[in-house]
């Protein structure tokens, strides 16, 4: 069974605080995403990494960065938490080759920033 | 801009009754994906499909995909309260530099009534 696992699946942080959320599977997959939920606005693409220490911008990398320093391991860091990075924050990973880019979630991490 | 246009929206019906959900686009897709989340969790990966005018069966949910690889659909038969939740479709762009980045649609809420 394919596995993609989050460290956390509730985290209330204050505004200012280093946020940490941290990714792991177990497929031996070569893509990572990390993307962020919110009512009306579908999900979006943080930044993704199809290798170790490769990673890419996706459509809205204000205010985060990434670590990929294992395969399995996908970090997400938000240097300085604002109340507008409240959200749900999932993670998913996927082959490299296609053509089926299936991709498999985590099971979320609902992010609070007071 | 590369969309993925889901309809309807929102969908509350009751229990045994039929539906279908579309997801259109003007781009291509080499593949598209249907995925469903339940509240709280991350989405979880129904089907794919690939070739031109296919048809898969998942029991009681029917997927296709158009001739033109341009737009999908999901029909639920007899839906039950089981199938609640969001139902999202994905796809990969043809000719997108097979990066395995993914266009999600917005999704589609589902609410079956018992």
């Known amino acids: 069974d394919v596995k993609v696992t989050q460290s956390s699946r509730y985290l209330v942080k204050r505004t200012g605080e280093k946020v940490f959320l941290e990714c792991v599977q177990d497929m031996d997959h070569e893509n990572m995403f990390w993307y962020r939920q919110d009512p009306g606005l579908g999900l979006r693409l943080i930044y993704f990494?199809?290798?170790?220490?490769?990673?890419e911008k996706g459509d809205i990398p204000e205010g985060y960065s990434v670590s990929r320093e294992k395969k399995e391991r996908f970090s997400l860091i938000l240097e300085s938490a604002s109340t507008n990075q409240t959200s749900m924050y999932l993670c998913?990973?996927?082959?490299?080759?296609?053509?089926?880019?299936?991709?498999?979630f985590g099971p979320g991490t609902r992010l609070t920033v007071t | 801009t590369q969309l993925l246009e889901q309809s309807p929206q929102f969908l509350s019906i009751q229990e045994g009754e039929n539906l279908t959900v579309y997801c259109n686009s003007s781009s291509v897709f080499s593949s598209l994906q249907w995925y469903r989340q339940e509240p709280g969790e991350g989405p979880v990966l129904l089907v794919t499909?690939?070739?031109?005018?296919e048809v898969k069966k998942l029991k009681r949910l029917t997927f296709q995909f158009g001739d033109a690889r341009k737009d999908s659909s999901l029909h639920i038969t007899a839906a039950q309260p089981g199938d609640t939740g969001l139902y999202l479709c994905a796809g990969d762009i043809e000719r997108s530099g097979n990066t395995g980045k993914l266009i999600f649609g917005q999704g589609t809420t589902l609410q079956v009534k018992p």
């Open positions: 990494s199809y290798d170790v220490k490769m990673k």
């Open positions: 998913a990973s996927s082959l490299l080759g296609g053509p089926l880019y299936e991709q498999y």
């Open positions: 499909v690939v070739t031109g005018g």
